[in-house]
């Protein structure tokens, strides 16, 4: 791996950001740079090699999912986990309440669509108590080695007003009896965790963490068990990029989470954490351009954990 070839591919993909479309339904997140492509790769040892726009800044939006669920299977472990939010993909889009209506009587099918994120913030409001933001920001912290990550506050002003999907799938579930928390309170999390800012050195140090299954280094403290870093990867591998999650397995083959920020964060076990942005989207929400790095590199080095 070196900076060099990284760069060659960042040109390569950049053109196909003009087939993609910023994130206008938060009206904040159409200000991005539409043609920005950035990305870091960060092998088991801890070296970086980045390219492109590797020093945008963006929020992280349902990437922060990926943290909500190794905090939640750490602190309630996965059978009260799973006794919530299901573990399987789904054919709809990421904010979909038809799922909610007629599978499971309201519990989501998995931890990374809204629903799912929403009511896993609830179990851990009814389990852990007060302060659960900055339990779970401080966790984030820990997990990209980045004690300086703040709020975009214009994002999250922007998240808060159009939210209102997200308040239909919380309060569903709450008349549901999925979920006994405050819906207000909720949804402060949720948004709030969606809003912080990132770069995509943040997201390959966490996907590096998931790569080594929650310990950087001999000797240094585990900030998660090998059974949730191996929940979580099985996660991201069928359900992390919404209902596109099947075609990029067939064509990537790693876990990944993405974010309509325009951030992918991507895992080939055991050797490289990576990091992405590309803010403009496909139809389905993913960086348009990150998947395509993202293609470029797996057939490149052999990446897919189906070869």
Not at 116 to 144: P, S, V, W
Not at 172 to 183: L, N, P, S
């Amino acid at each position: 791996m070196n900076a060099q070839l990284l760069n060659q591919m960042v040109q390569q993909v950049r053109g196909c950001t003009r087939q993609g479309k910023l994130a206008a339904y938060i009206p904040e997140l159409a200000k991005a740079d539409p043609e920005a492509v950035g990305i870091c790769v960060m092998d088991i040892a801890g070296h970086c090699w980045s390219a492109g726009d590797a020093d945008t800044v963006f929020t992280i939006q349902s990437i922060s999912k990926v943290v909500t669920l190794l905090f939640a299977l750490e602190h309630c472990g996965i059978q009260q986990v799973l006794s919530r939010i299901g573990a399987e993909q789904t054919a709809d889009a990421f904010n979909s309440i038809i799922k909610l209506e007629t599978r499971n009587s309201g519990k989501p099918l998995n931890p990374f669509i809204n629903a799912g994120a929403i009511a896993l913030i609830a179990l851990l409001m009814e389990t852990c108590g007060d302060n659960l933001f900055e339990r779970l920001h401080a966790y984030l912290a820990k997990l990209t080695d980045n004690h300086a990550l703040t709020i975009d506050q214009a994002v999250l002003a922007s998240e808060q007003h159009t939210g209102d999907i997200n308040r239909a799938l919380a309060y569903y579930q709450k008349g549901m009896h999925v979920f006994d928390a405050d819906v207000d309170q909720v949804l402060d999390v949720y948004f709030r965790m969606c809003s912080l800012q990132v770069t995509v050195k943040d997201l390959a140090a966490l996907a590096h963490l998931l790569a080594v299954n929650g310990c950087r280094q001999a000797g240094a403290a585990r900030l998660f068990s090998p059974e949730s870093a191996r929940c979580v990867k099985v996660l991201m591998t069928t359900c992390g990029l919404y209902d596109a999650s099947g075609w990029f397995a067939l064509e990537v083959g790693i876990p990944a989470k993405s974010g309509v920020g325009g951030g992918i964060l991507a895992v080939v076990p055991g050797r490289f954490g990576v990091g992405v942005v590309g803010p403009a989207l496909d139809e389905k929400g993913n960086s348009i351009a990150g998947i395509a790095l993202l293609k470029e590199l797996s057939s490149a080095f052999r990446w897919s954990v189906f070869a």
